[in-house]
């Protein structure tokens, strides 16, 4: 199993912005993680842009995804602080803004890859999970997010 943690901020609504993600083993040690600049975009954008950054990391890194053939499934779970993404991903909330479509069209198509793909060794398949959680239990990938908008660079995968 590993932990991902997403955030996305904006200074204004739209205004700059920043994304945040952060990967973890099941024991909490840090394998992977990015800020980068997500330039103008609304803070419901910039966390999708973050999803999107962690599942885009995944899909060229499979290592991170520590697939033991041991058992029945490698679990994935995604933790964000906003409660509209997670509500939208989980089937809870439709998504009706546009650009919001968009960008939950790319995670879903990005879910489906990662989670169908199966390399020759019979790996067993990938389960992604979304789950809430307080701001305050997200505080690494918030300061990440937070440094992509002060860096003004774009993350690169």
Partial sequence: MINIYIDG????????????????????DTLFSAAGYAGKTTNNQAEYNALIAALTKLKKDPSLIARDNSSKSTEIVIYSDSELVVKQLNGQYKVKEPELKKLNNRVQELIHSISSDQPETNAPPVRIEFKHIRRELNREADRLANAGIDSKIPLSL
């Avoid at 901020?9 to 909490?28: D, F, L, Q, W």
């Fill in 9 to 28: 901020a904006s200074r204004g609504n739209p205004g700059e912005a920043g994304i945040g993600i952060v990967i973890k083993t099941h024991k909490g």
